[in-house]
């Protein structure tokens, strides 16, 4: 069982930055693979970005060059650092994680089986 905790939302001038970070409980960090997903009211959860336990990493084409995810896993954290944030940034941002002891990630938000309970992030414009 691995418990997932998010923090570091707020709200933020158009143009600001912002970094969340996620708590993993469990001593087999590594060996999950994590992601960050986000949802709005009425929308469906959108893939934002993941990386594996080795390091790899994707993202979405809307937060490509401006977001950037990593992980310590001595720390069993992994953290989305937000830059040059939009209006359209504005959602609730979710961490989420999957064991895959062959360091594969995906996208696929039904792939991760371990759900933080959200963190609110606001961009103003």
């Known amino acids: 069982q691995v418990q997932l905790v998010e923090s570091g939302g707020g709200l933020v001038q158009a143009g600001g930055s912002l970094r969340l970070s996620c708590a993993a409980s469990?001593?087999?960090?590594?060996?999950?693979?994590m992601g960050w997903f986000r949802q709005v009211p009425g929308k469906e959860r959108e893939f934002v970005a993941a990386i594996s336990g080795s390091g790899g990493t994707a993202y979405a084409d809307s937060v490509k060059g401006r977001f950037t995810i990593s992980r310590d896993n001595a720390k069993n954290t992994v953290y989305l650092q937000m830059n040059s944030l939009k209006f359209d940034d504005t959602a609730v941002y979710y961490c989420?994680?999957?064991?895959?002891?062959?360091?594969?990630?995906?996208?696929?938000?039904?792939?991760?089986?371990?759900w933080g309970q959200g963190t609110q992030v606001t961009v103003s414009s």
């Open positions: 989420a994680a999957f064991y895959s002891a062959f360091s594969a990630l995906t996208t696929d938000p039904t792939r991760y089986n371990y």
């Open positions: 469990g001593r087999t960090f590594s060996s999950y693979a």
